[in-house]
């Protein structure tokens, strides 16, 4: 069950004080890894909501479904610095409103 997380109708709250043009999520009580869910980004200093793989691609992976392992979460204290999240840590983030 690691990295499953839940989308319910409070989550349309936590984007509603994000963005303030959205699709509202459908509920799901199971959101496993690779399912597309709804993230928060910021281009050009604006943000907007969209869709996106939950999961981890480095950016040296040429195809998500042949690359094992597909992590799907760092440890806090090494996010900054281990070689797999280094990059996308200092350049391509996104808030991923959520519940656990």
Known sequence: M???FVVTDSTS?????LVAEFEAPAPDYNVAPTTEVTV?????DERTAT???W???PGWAKDFAKQ????????METVATA???RKAFASARCIV???L
């Open 83 to 85: 070689s797999m999240f």
């Open 13 to 17: 709250t936590l984007l509603a004080d």
């Open 51 to 53: 869709g996106a793989r």
């Open 55 to 57: 999961g981890f691609l």
């Open 68 to 75: 094992r392992p597909q992590p799907i979460n760092a440890r």
């Open 40 to 44: 928060v980004r910021t281009r050009h």
């Open 97 to 99: 409103p959520a519940y």
């Open 2 to 4: 690691c990295g499953r």
